[in-house]
């Protein structure tokens, strides 16, 4: 069964210090990855994605990701964290459904990011 | 990437009425994706709207409760229907990104549903 574990429900960091949000998949076949940031009342931001290649992905803002394939991690890093960073940042995952469309993406239950001055 | 838009932003509803949620995606796409955001959840898929044929629905989401038209390939809708207060949520559509590029989904801004 496909499925995505954040196992950190909320993380609290300084600003100016760095950041890893971590990021778990179960998925059957090769999986597309995605990073995702929701500020309140928005929708969702990109933030980057995975699909093949080189396993460390740049993404906006300064954040990239690395792709685990034995560890089935996808975890979010970031250097330097601004106060503009603080929101919720969710890891999806999902495949194609019909040729190279991609079909529904499985999210996991989000990571809420509280940045201190 | 795509544009996707959606009316109305928020809405406060009474308890059995129905409200229709529109999405507009600004190029041509197969797929259209309804999830629901429950207040402090993650995403969770309610149907699939394919452009000619009926939406695909997970389990525990049925079309009486959120019908679903997909008139054309930039366009649906999400009809919540006879509404309780457990519907209170985010509602957001998605679709693969246009352009060219359709190995990303896009989402549009959300509904914010309230019912009292």
């Known amino acids: 069964a496909q499925s995505v574990t954040q196992p950190d429900i909320h993380i609290t960091v300084s600003e100016g210090a760095s950041l890893e949000l971590r990021c778990n998949y179960s998925?059957?076949?090769?999986?597309?990855l995605f990073w995702y940031v929701q500020s309140p009342g928005q929708g969702l931001q990109l933030l980057l994605k995975?699909?093949?290649?080189?396993?460390l992905v740049q993404g906006i803002k300064g954040f990239e990701a690395e792709f685990k394939r034995s560890q089935s991690s996808f975890n979010l890093r970031k250097p330097s964290v601004h106060w503009s960073d603080a929101a919720e940042y969710f890891c999806?995952?999902?495949?194609?459904?019909?040729?190279?469309?991609?079909?529904?993406?499985?999210f996991g239950r989000g990571t809420q990011l509280t940045v201190w001055p | 990437s795509a544009v996707i838009s959606q009316k109305p932003s928020r809405d406060i509803c009474q308890r059995g009425t129905s409200l229709t949620i529109q999405c507009q995606v600004d190029s041509q796409v197969t797929m259209m994706f309804w999830y629901r955001q429950q207040p402090g959840q993650s995403l969770t898929l309610i149907a699939t709207a394919n452009q000619g044929s009926e939406a695909t629905y997970e389990s525990g989401f049925v079309i009486d409760k959120f019908p679903i038209s997909r008139p054309n390939l930039t366009f649906s809708t999400l009809t919540v229907s006879n509404m309780s207060p457990e519907d209170s949520s985010i509602y957001l559509c998605?679709?693969?990104?246009?352009?060219?590029?359709?190995?990303?989904?896009?989402f549009g801004p959300g509904t914010r549903l309230t019912v009292l």
């Open positions: 998605s679709a693969p990104g246009g352009g060219g590029s359709t190995d990303t989904q896009y």
């Open positions: 998925y059957g076949a090769t999986p597309y």
């Open positions: 995975y699909f093949s290649g080189d396993t």
């Open positions: 999806a995952v999902g495949a194609p459904d019909r040729g190279s469309t991609l079909g529904r993406l499985y």
